[in-house]
């Protein structure tokens, strides 16, 4: 896929502001580092590499559209927001044109692209930025997010492998990979906005969908947004998933042992394979106990504090992964 003359010209401008280097716009001016206004960049900046990478950008139209969908949908103050692929911050940007202040909270964005985290980072320094895999930063990420939105690239290859290993919930392509590291990043009763397509759900993997039914997710189609994808022209929808009837389940006297499974090897339930992965504290275990879930027909465990409520406070002691969701006592 390849850029327009303006569309390459406005990358070389773009660049050049990121870099502090001269530009020239035209024959007849003097070269000078570009002095670009935030709308402009957010409007013009298009990666090298869009196919490949699925980094289609949320034109200003959509995000503002989006953020108002947002902004209607929370409450609150100090609350925690993530866009785990932000790209340079088009989605923080319309949630902040729809009248959301951001300075009141706290945005974290993740972003696979150097270039594309360098210029959100230069327009949102105040924003938490992280570089990198998205489903890799999830696996040492400590924050529990109110909030998450995003518009997670779809039908490509590129990362895939990482959330392969990530996902515990049936996914297979990327998009729904997506809404499983946002579900596992929120906290019991957050909100999860996604920009796709009409047939975002429709779509979904039967053991996908029943994951998220399990969990106790409600989902919304909040409608078409307005405006379209440079290169693709797509239309879509802004969906709206609710954990606030996610049941917090606790296991029962009768599920809970006191000695480890058969070759001392556990399968652990998603909510302590992530505080295990989350935390990295080693401690003694006088204080702990050992619970057994079914789940399905698979048995799920892990140390948790006497409280067996308390799975959010789980610790690492002694468990050492081997295939991404088996743990041995080692």
Not at 7 to 20: A, D, F, V, Y
Not at 281 to 290: A, L
Request: proline share 5%; glycine share 6%.
């Amino acid at each position: 896929m390849k850029l327009t003359k303006m569309q390459l010209k406005n990358r070389h401008r773009i660049t050049s502001w990121l870099h502090n280097r001269e530009f020239q716009e035209n024959a007849r001016a003097k070269p000078s580092v570009p002095i670009i206004l935030h709308d402009e960049i957010i409007r013009d900046y298009v990666p090298e590499y869009v196919q490949e990478t699925g980094a289609y950008y949320t034109p200003p139209e959509m995000a503002d559209a989006f953020g108002q969908i947002v902004r209607d949908n929370i409450n609150g103050v100090y609350l925690e927001l993530l866009d785990p692929c932000a790209g340079i911050g088009n989605l923080a940007n319309g949630l902040s044109r729809a009248g959301f202040l951001l300075t009141c909270n706290k945005m974290s964005c993740y972003e696979i692209g150097e270039e594309a985290y360098m210029i959100g980072k230069k327009l949102y320094p105040t924003h938490r930025w992280a570089m990198g895999n998205a489903f890799d930063i999830a696996k040492v990420e400590e924050v529990k997010f109110d909030v998450v939105m995003m518009n997670p690239p779809f039908n490509i290859q590129f990362g895939t492998t990482a959330m392969r290993e990530y996902c515990i919930s049936g996914a297979t392509k990327i998009e729904h990979g997506f809404l499983e590291l946002a579900v596992r990043l929120s906290k019991p009763k957050a909100k999860i906005f996604v920009i796709a397509p009409y047939n975002y759900v429709e779509k979904m993997p039967k053991a996908f969908e029943q994951w998220l039914s399990n969990a106790g997710i409600d989902y919304t189609d909040m409608g078409e947004l307005p405006g379209e994808f440079t290169f693709t022209k797509i239309k879509v929808h802004a969906w709206m998933f609710d954990k606030n009837h996610a049941e917090q389940t606790e296991p029962t006297p009768q599920e809970e042992q006191t000695t480890a499974l058969p070759n001392n090897q556990i399968l652990l339930e998603p909510e302590i394979f992530d505080a295990l992965q989350r935390m990295s504290v080693t401690q003694g275990m006088s204080n702990m106990k050992f619970v057994c879930k079914m789940i399905g027909n698979k048995k799920a465990a892990g140390w948790v504090r006497s409280n067996p409520s308390d799975y959010g406070y789980c610790y690492y002691n002694g468990f050492y992964c081997t295939d991404g969701r088996s743990f041995h006592l080692g």
